[in-house]
């Protein structure tokens, strides 16, 4: 089994920053991708980014020249680096990890990102 533990969610304003971290303890051998979703209640959870074990990157293009994804393999820690940040994207965020194959699926318990007008 993985565990993902998310922190670095809050409130900040239109145009401000925040950086999200998600540490992976457990059978990280398992894990191959990396990734942020995001979801508003009552929706499907989208795809924010995500990132492979070999740092190859996928950002969608809502946010795309605003966030950042990066993944530091020694400390099986995954982030994302939101910046311009828009009341629209206003959602909890997940962590989430993937084996090579896609195949197993695990998540993390969410944290809120606010952000006011």
């Known amino acids: 089994q993985v565990q993902l533990v998310e922190s670095g969610g809050g409130l900040v304003q239109s145009g401000g920053s925040l950086r999200l971290s998600c540490a992976a303890t457990g059978s990280i051998n398992n894990i191959y991708f990396m990734g942020w979703y995001r979801q508003t209640p009552g929706e499907q959870r989208e795809l924010v980014a995500e990132?492979?074990?070999?740092?190859?990157?996928k950002v969608v293009d809502s946010v795309k020249g605003r966030f950042t994804i990066s993944r530091d393999n020694a400390r099986n820690t995954v982030y994302l680096q939101m910046d311009n940040l828009k009341p629209e994207d206003t959602r909890v965020y997940y962590c989430?990890?993937?084996?090579?194959?896609?195949?197993?699926?695990?998540w993390g318990q969410g944290t809120q990102v606010t952000v006011s007008s």
């Open positions: 989430n990890a993937k084996d090579s194959g896609r195949v197993r699926d695990y």
């Open positions: 990132v492979s074990f070999g740092g190859y990157t």
